[in-house]
C-alpha cells in the first residue's frame, strides 16, 4: 500500500489513514485505538491491512502483543504467499513447493521446503475474540466476516487468502478463480474462531483436484509428482482434523 | 496547596513529571535503569492519581510505534527506555520524527553491549544522534522534572512538532535521591497548554499519514524538518523563561556556562559528571586557575553560538565524552569541534574518553585534565583523543610522547602484536 497508494502527493484515501513501519501494523493500531477511546469517540473503527510477512513474520510480536492485551483492532492479514513488495522472496506463509526467488527450485532443492504456518490456530490460541479465514475467492464470506469483526469489542483478525500474478505466474483474470479454487481443492479453508470454538464454514463433499490448482501457478510448475502426492496427504491430514474438531455449517 | 519538596530519585522525579504533565498515553517497556520509571507510572494509574492510557507493550518497538498512532490522533504520548531498548526501537525513531509525532521519551543513559554492562554512557543515545529527535540531558533529579515538563511543552509546540529525548545519566541519576520540589498540579496544567495538534487525524479533515515521497519532494520535507529543529531554539529559550516565571527555575538555554566569562581553560561537559567538574573549576579558581565549565543541556539542536560565545578567552578546552565513536573521536567532542572550527581554530581541543559503562570520574583526574590543557599549550599535543585512566597497555602518543614509559609501552604492544 505504501509503495502504491501512499505517494504524496496523491494520497488516496478519504479516510484517517496511516502507514505504519513494516513490523508495526499491530503496535501502531493500537495507539490509534488507545487514543480514540482516550478521546471517548464513540463510534469509530481501527482497521490494520498487513501482509504474510508482515503478519507471521516480522509483525508477530507486535500482533501477538495487540490480541494479548484485548486491544479493540480489526487485523487483516493479505496474504499473498510471499514478500511481493521486495519482489517475491519466501514468507512463513508461502507453501511448500513454492518456488520464490529465495528459494528457486532447482537439482537439488525443489523450492519451498517449509510449510505454510498455522496463523489462523496461532491467532486463534491468544483467545482472540474473534478470527476467520476468507478467500477474495469468497467475496460475500469475506464481507460478512468483516462485518462480523466490526462489532467485536475487542481485536479481530481476518486471514485473507489473496493471489498476486506476478508472484505466482499467473494472468490478472485469474486471480478470481484462483483464490475460488484454492478452497474449492481444500488447499485453504473458510473457517471461524469465537466463543473459543472453531467453525468450518465450508466443507466440501468433494474436492477438486489439488494437481489442477498447482498447474495453472508458474510457481508450482517444477513439482514433481512425489511433491504432489505430499500435499494432498497434508491437505487430507488436516481436514481430517478440522473436520473431526470443529463445528460444521 | 503549594508545591512539595520530597527525597526521590531521578526516575521517581521524570515520574513525577509526567504525572503533572499527564499525557493521555502512555507506552513502555521495562529495561534498567528505566524500570523505576515505569513502575511508577503504572502505580498512579492504579491509584487514580494519573488518567491515562497506559500500554502494556511486548517490545520498545512496538512502544514507539503505538505511540506514533496515538501522537498521529492528536493526544499527548510519553515512553521510557535505555540502551538496548533505544536501539531495539531505532527503527522507530527517525519515524517519529519525521512523521512530526511531538512524542516526549526518557532514556536512562546506558551502555550499549557488547559487552553487556547496565551502567552508564552516553553511547545509547548519541548513536541515535541523527535521528532527528530534540536531545536534552540533564544533570540531577530537580533539573530532569523541571526538563520532562519543559519537553512536552517543547515538542508539542506548533512550531517544532518534533519528538523529545530526556537523557538522565543510569544509575548516577536515575537511581540517586535527591530533594526535589514538586510543583503543582493545576499550577503545571495552567501552564502547560493542551496538546493541539492541526495535522493530526480527525473525522472533519481526513489525513493520510506515513507517505512515501518522490526524489523531487523528498528534500523539501527533510529541510523543514532540519528547520524545525533548528528554530526550536527560539521555542527552547522562551519555554524556559515562561517556566522560570512560574517555576522559579531555570538552567541557561541550549548550554550553560560556569565561570567561562574570563575563562582560559574550559571542560565541556553532558549529564551528571557536570556536578564533579563544576566543584573543581571552583577549587582551580580559588587557586588562581582560569578555569570554566560548559554544561552542554541540548545536542540538538546544537548550541553552537551559545560554545563559540563561551569559549571567547579560552586558550585550550577538554571535551569529557562518555562515548566513543570507534575509529575516530568522542561524539561530543566532534560536535564541538565542528562549531569552534568556524572561530577558535588556534585553541588547543582535547577530547578525554571517560566514564564507559558506568565507570567513575572522579575529581582528580578532572584536575589532571585542566593541568594537561595548560601543559598542553607548550607541548601541543598531535592526538587529541585520550582514554581517562586507560588500565590496558597502549601505543598511543598523548602529551607524554618522549617518555621513555611509553615508549617502552610502544615496544611491548609491538611484541604482542
Ligand atoms: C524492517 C524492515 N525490513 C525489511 C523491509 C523491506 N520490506 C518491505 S515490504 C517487504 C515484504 C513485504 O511482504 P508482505 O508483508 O508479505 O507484503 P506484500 O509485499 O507481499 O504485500 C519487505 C521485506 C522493511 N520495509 N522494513
Ligand atoms: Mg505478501
Keep these: 500500500m505504501s509503495a502504491v497508494g501512499f505517494i504524496y502527493p496523491q494520497l488516496c484515501f478519504s479516510n484517517n489513514a496511516i502507514i505504519s513501519t513494516f513490523p508495526g501494523t499491530a503496535s501502531m493500531l493500537s495507539g490509534v485505538a488507545a487514543a480514540a477511546k482516550a478521546k471517548g469517540y464513540k463510534d469509530y473503527h481501527v482497521l490494520g491491512i498487513a501482509g504474510d510477512g508482515g503478519t507471521a513474520d516480522i509483525g508477530l510480536q507486535a500482533l501477538s502483543g495487540a490480541i494479548d492485551r484485548r486491544d479493540k483492532i480489526i487485523y487483516i492479514c493479505y496474504d499473498n504467499e510471499a514478500y511481493m513488495n521486495t519482489g517475491i522472496q519466501k514468507s512463513s506463509l508461502t507453501p511448500f513447493g513454492a518456488k520464490t526467488t529465495t528459494t528457486p527450485p532447482g537439482k537439488n532443492i525443489r523450492g519451498t521446503l517449509t510449510v505454510k504456518k498455522n496463523m489462523f490456530e496461532i491467532i486463534a490460541a491468544h483467545n482472540i475474540d474473534y478470527a476467520a479465514t476468507a478467500s477474495i475467492g469468497y467475496v460475500q464470506d469475506l464481507i460478512n466476516k468483516i462485518q462480523k469483526a466490526s462489532l467485536v469489542d475487542g481485536p479481530s483478525y481476518i486471514h485473507v487468502f489473496a493471489p498476486c500474478p506476478t508472484g505466482w505466474g499467473i494472468k490478472t483474470d485469474e486471480t478470481f478463480e484462483i483464490a475460488k479454487e484454492v478452497v474449492d481443492s481444500g488447499l485453504w479453508y473458510l473457517a471461524e474462531y469465537e466463543n473459543g470454538e472453531f467453525t468450518l464454514n465450508r466443507n466440501p463433499r468433494e474436492f477438486t483436484p489439488v494437481e489442477n490448482y498447482l498447474k495453472k501457478q508458474s510457481r508450482f510448475r517444477h513439482l514433481l509428482e512425489e511433491d504432489i502426492i505430499e500435499i494432498t496427504e497434508a491437505r487430507d491430514r488436516k481436514w481430517e482434523r478440522m473436520r473431526r474438531q470443529w463445528n460444521k455449517n | ?417
Aim: glycine share 6%; net charge negative; proline share 4%.
Design chain 2, 1 to 417: 496547596m503549594k508545591a512539595i519538596r520530597k527525597f526521590i530519585s531521578g526516575d521517581d522525579a521524570v515520574a513525577e513529571a509526567v504525572r503533572l504533565a499527564s499525557p493521555d498515553f502512555i507506552a513502555a517497556y521495562p529495561i534498567t535503569p528505566q524500570t523505576v520509571v515505569v513502575e511508577r507510572l503504572s502505580e498512579m494509574v492504579e491509584d487514580g492519581s494519573l488518567v491515562s492510557e497506559f500500554m502494556h507493550v511486548e517490545s520498545e518497538h512496538s512502544a514507539l510505534s503505538a505511540c506514533m498512532g496515538a501522537s498521529a490522533m492528536g493526544v499527548r504520548t510519553f515512553t521510557a527506555t535505555s540502551s538496548q531498548g533505544l536501539l531495539y526501537m531505532a527503527e522507530c525513531l527517525p519515524y517519529a520524527s519525521g512523521g512530526r509525532f511531538p512524542i516526549v521519551m526518557m532514556n536512562g543513559n546506558r551502555s550499549v553491549a557488547l559487552p553487556w554492562s547496565i551502567y552508564g554512557d552516553h553511547r545509547d543515545s548519541l548513536s541515535q544522534l541523527d535521528s532527528g529527535w530534540i536531545q536534552i540531558y540533564v544533570e540531577d533529579a530537580q533539573e530532569s522534572l523541571d526538563m520532562t515538563i519543559q519537553a512536552f511543552a517543547i515538542a508539542e509546540n506548533a512550531e517544532v512538532l518534533t519528538p523529545v529525548m530526556i537523557n538522565l545519566d543510569g544509575f548516577l541519576l536515575t537511581h540517586t535521591y535527591e530533594l526535589v520540589e514538586i510543583p503543582e498540579k493545576d499550577i503545571v496544567g495552567s501552564w502547560l497548554a493542551p496538546v493541539d495538534n492541526p495535522y493530526a487525524m480527525n473525522f472533519d479533515n481526513p489525513r493520510n499519514m506515513g507517505f512515501s515521497s518522490q526524489p523531487s519532494d523528498n528534500t523539501e520535507f527533510k529541510y523543514q524538518q532540519h528547520k524545525a529543529v533548528e528554530d526550536s531554539r527560539k521555542i527552547i529559550l522562551e519555554t524556559e523563561k515562561s517556566f522560570e516565571q512560574i517555576f522559579g527555575r531555570s538552567y541557561g538555554g541550549l548550554a550553560a556556562g560556569f565561570m567561562c566569562d574570563d575563562a582560559e581553560f574550559i571542560i565541556i561537559t553532558l549529564g551528571s559528571v557536570t556536578g564533579t567538574c563544576r566543584t573543581v573549576v571552583r577549587e582551580l579558581r580559588k587557586e588562581g586557575i582560569k578555569a570554566g565549565l560548559i554544561k552542554i543541556r541540548f545536542m540538538r539542536p546544537f548550541p553552537t553560538d551559545e560554545i563559540i560565545g563561551l569559549t571567547t578567552n579560552a586558550k585550550a578546552i577538554a571535551v569529557l565524552d562518555r562515548d566513543i565513536s570507534f575509529g575516530y573521536e568522542g561524539t561530543v567532542f566532534t560536535n564541538v569541534n565542528s562549531a569552534l572550527a568556524r572561530t577558535h581554530n588556534d585553541i588547543l581541543k582535547m577530547n578525554y574518553i571517560a566514564g564507559l559503562g558506568g565507570r567513575d570520574i572522579p575529581k582528580e583526574s578532572i584536575r589532571e585534565i585542566f593541568k594537561e590543557l595548560e601543559e598542553g599549550l607548550t607541548t601541543r599535543p598531535d592526538k587529541a583523543v585520550k582514554f581517562l585512566n586507560l588500565n590496558v597497555e597502549t601505543d598511543e602518543k598523548y602529551s607524554d610522547s618522549e617518555d621513555n614509559s611509553t615508549q617502552h609501552h610502544r615496544e611491548g604492544v609491538l611484541l604482542w602484536s
